[in-house]
């Protein structure tokens, strides 16, 4: 985009010394239609000059929008994915299978207290009453895990389709699952060119290789990941108030 905005000024530049060479040298008679043509081709390139700019910022904007909503989105599959985590001790790859966890499952609530209890070993040894300290988990009850991660928001059965108004008409999230290093990881991704899919196909590209500490790097918009030990999104803080 810089190379192209500076392009347009030399060229620009250029034909305004044109038009003083041309003051200079050509007849008289031919001096008004040859300037109208300049000041034309002047006009045209300052307006291209301004769109280039304009088109990127809109671009921006409309980015920014669309990735504030799958971030949302994101998010809500991580919550979904880490509480399956707690309670079967690994991660689905399957969307049916986490609404249908979601429906279904509750979480434990537990309690840890300490006790004492008569330690019958070293009574045996020492032939007098020992004791040891132990610790007792009693459990108080269950929650369901819809009510602790939505309340009465039901968004979670459709969380596996982009949002409308927010990527390609249809498309869904990518979703995997599976260990590394004997460690449970998932990860839940779409690619940028689905969600700028109605998006100038240069600024799509062009953001698809960003590289940036205040930009979403790479092709994709993802939480967690496949590679690594990692339940975080790949955006910045300023895209989201919360990782």
């Not at 500076?6 to 044109?18: P, Q, W």
């Not at 409308?164 to 599976?178: I, M, N, V, W």
Request: no cysteine.
């Amino acid at each position: 985009m810089l190379t192209i905005i500076i392009a347009i000024v030399v060229i620009i530049l250029l034909t305004i010394g044109i038009v003083w060479l041309i003051d200079k040298f050509i007849p008289r008679k031919l001096k008004p239609v040859i300037h109208l043509v300049l000041w034309v081709v002047i006009a045209i390139l300052s307006y291209a000059t301004f769109m280039s700019v304009y088109d990127e910022i809109k671009f921006n904007q409309l980015k920014d929008k669309r990735y504030a909503v799958i971030i949302e989105k994101l998010k809500d599959i991580r919550d979904a994915e880490l509480a399956h985590k707690q309670v079967t001790g690994k991660f689905t790859d399957n969307f049916d299978n986490l609404i249908r966890f979601v429906d279904t499952a509750k979480y434990t609530i537990t309690q840890r207290r300490d006790s004492t209890i008569l330690d019958v070993e070293a009574t045996r040894r020492f032939t007098v009453d020992m004791y040891k300290d132990i610790v007792v988990i009693d459990t108080l009850g269950f929650v369901p895990v819809k009510d602790s991660l939505f309340g009465a928001d039901p968004r979670y059965k459709i969380m596996m389709n982009i949002p409308k108004g927010a990527g390609e008409p249809g498309a869904k999230f990518e979703l995997k699952a599976g260990m590394l290093d004997g460690i449970p990881v998932f990860e839940a991704s779409v690619k940028k060119s689905v969600i700028l899919f109605d998006q100038d196909r240069n600024l799509v590209k062009k953001e698809e290789q960003v590289v940036s500490v205040d930009g979403v790097n790479g092709p994709t918009l993802k939480v967690g990941s496949m590679d690594e030990i990692n339940t975080n999104g790949n955006w910045p803080k300023n895209y989201s108030k919360e990782q």
